[in-house]
């Protein structure tokens, strides 16, 4: 196209939003809503002179069917050089179709354009700094991506013969004593699917164990900066909980523990680091309190990043714990899985693992399924195989130095950033944290009505995936912010800088950003409640 030449701009009808009776016509060229559509903001009008330089960036906004122009193909085939037969010949009368399929028809630019523009139309990590608290969304290495990917990997099937998958036996048999010893906790079962899938295990186990040596034991204990998945998994696991407060500065509150702990307690679970981004100071103290009553301690191990090959938690106190490899070992994150939350535990609980587990013996690798005391199965098979090869392939290639390193890093980019920041927004909890730290826009909302999701909004139009927000929920308006070991230097200042004129800006702008984007600022409880998921208007 000549440049200057005008661009009609596309409409694309995004239907109605269902009894809410808000239509949601025309969107401009952009393709966002003109106006207080999807329950937002009304989007700025686009300078005209710019529809020309904007519109690749809109390629995808319109659907395959829209795109579609009768007789368009992707694919010339070459002239056929066998007989023809026709196709009610060759297929049963049923499976034959009267008429053609409604199929798009596109050029392959079209196809790929599409494609590739609807792929840009979301933030990940490998195209955006992506800071979200406790997620720890560092830049997974492709190589294992490709390691995990070759037939030898991928093409198993778990129930060929063990003595045809010996080297996947072997991986995943090294995987377990590996995490056994990044844990400090010598029996390991990989078969959880995800973090919270490894807690609610973890607490089977451990209901298992108290069922076996006839002690009713039906309270965890939970602090209240945990995660919710924490208590969630103990109300699982068939437990009541009770929160355990935090003192002013961050860490369990001692006597509060002390109040609460006694022979119903089955379990503590602790996070540590917890999620403020602190050492838990009085760890070995906790778990003496803890194990004096008869009860276990449960390791949160979401944030392993920052304490690996620096301290286990099997040596501070702890008889259980996950790992979340898709934070730590460069499993992928999100997407609905497949995920893994391996767990480990004490030497007394190692009877109560689900099966199977892999064993070694003269013979070779087996899986063990014979084992009596089992709470049997939580997932299929031996758990998700793939996202375990990256896990394995993601800790030998960096080594035990290569492991702690990540933890230093990962500790060192933390501070920086928290340096960087402190004085645009406060971080209640103190001037120095592990990998993770919390500011809060609590000052910024009472003085200016600036809200911390106001920000997180407004990161985005500056090309940064938004912190955790309101988490944990001891702290208000929390941003949680987890650089990672991944990122540079210039990528933390231009963070830092890109926070300080957010802050700056004036309160209007940040109510309604982001701006950016296809879709401006949305109502989230009903783009929640009431998607819009149709394409079309109905009628
Ligand atoms: C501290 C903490 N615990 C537990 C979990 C649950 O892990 P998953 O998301 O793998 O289920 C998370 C997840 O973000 C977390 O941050």
Not at 78 to 95: G, I, N, Q
Request: glycine share 8%.
């Amino acid at each position: 196209m000549a440049p200057g030449r005008p661009v009609t701009p596309r409409k694309v009808c995004l239907g109605k939003i269902g009894d809410l009776g808000d239509e949601l016509a025309a969107v401009d060229i952009f393709g966002c809503p003109t106006q207080n559509a999807l329950h937002g903001t009304a989007r700025q009008q686009p300078d005209p002179t710019t529809y020309i330089t904007t519109m690749q960036n809109t390629q995808s906004t319109q659907l395959l069917f829209e795109l579609s122009k009768p007789g368009c193909q992707a694919v010339q085939m070459p002239a056929c050089d066998v007989p023809p037969k026709p196709v009610s010949t060759l297929l049963p009368a049923e499976a034959v179709s009267d008429e053609p399929l409604p199929l798009p028809e596109l050029s392959e630019p079209d196809v790929v354009r599409h494609f590739v523009n609807l792929s840009t139309r979301n933030v990940s990590v490998d195209t955006h700094f992506y800071p979200l608290g406790s997620c720890t969304m560092k830049y997974n290495p492709k190589r294992n991506e490709r390691l995990c990917a070759l037939p030898g990997m991928a093409d198993l099937h778990p129930y060929q013969p063990e003595s045809t998958i010996q080297g996947m036996l072997y991986l995943l048999h090294q995987g377990q004593h590996i995490l056994a010893e990044i844990g400090g906790l010598p029996a390991v079962s990989l078969q959880p699917a995800a973090g919270a899938h490894g807690e609610m295990t973890g607490l089977l186990v451990a209901a298992a164990y108290f069922r076996d040596i006839g002690q009713k034991r039906t309270t965890v204990l939970i602090p209240d900066a945990a995660h919710g998945t924490n208590p969630a998994s103990a109300a699982m696991a068939g437990f009541k909980t009770l929160p355990v407060k935090s003192t002013e500065d961050g860490f369990v509150d001692i006597d509060d523990l002390a109040s609460k702990l006694n022979n119903e307690t089955a379990v503590f679970m602790i996070t540590n680091p917890n999620t403020l981004g602190l050492f838990e100071r009085r760890m070995g103290q906790i778990a003496e309190m803890v194990h004096k009553v008869g009860a276990l301690v449960y390791l949160d191990g979401a944030n392993m990043n920052a304490i690996l090959g620096v301290a286990r938690p099997g040596d501070f106190g702890a008889n259980i714990m996950h790992f979340n490899p898709h934070k730590t070992f460069s499993g992928p994150h999100g997407g609905g899985g497949p995920g893994a939350g391996p767990i480990a535990v004490a030497e007394k609980l190692a009877p109560y693992l689900p099966s199977p587990i892999v064993v070694k013996d003269g013979r070779g690798y087996h899986l063990d399924y014979n084992r009596p005391k089992s709470i049997g199965r939580v997932r299929s098979f031996f758990g998700s195989v793939g996202v375990l090869v990256r896990m394995y392939c993601y800790i030998r290639s960096h080594g035990p130095e290569g492991l702690r390193r990540i933890a230093e890093d990962a500790i060192l980019n933390a501070n920086y950033l928290l340096s960087q920041l402190k004085d645009t927004l406060p971080v209640p909890h103190g001037d120095r944290c592990m990998h993770e730290f919390v500011a809060s826009a609590a000052t910024l909302k009472s003085q200016r009505g600036v809200a911390a999701m106001d920000i997180a909004k407004r990161l985005v139009d500056y090309g940064f995936h938004a912190p955790t927000v309101y988490f944990p929920l001891i702290v208000h308006e929390a941003m949680m912010i987890e650089p990672t070991e991944t990122e540079s230097k210039e990528t933390l200042d231009t963070f830092a800088a890109a926070m300080k004129q957010i802050v700056a800006e004036p309160a209007e702008v940040l109510h309604n950003a982001p701006q950016s984007t296809p879709i401006v600022r949305p109502d989230e409880v009903l783009a929640a409640r009431k998607p819009v998921l149709r394409w079309k208007a109905e009628k």
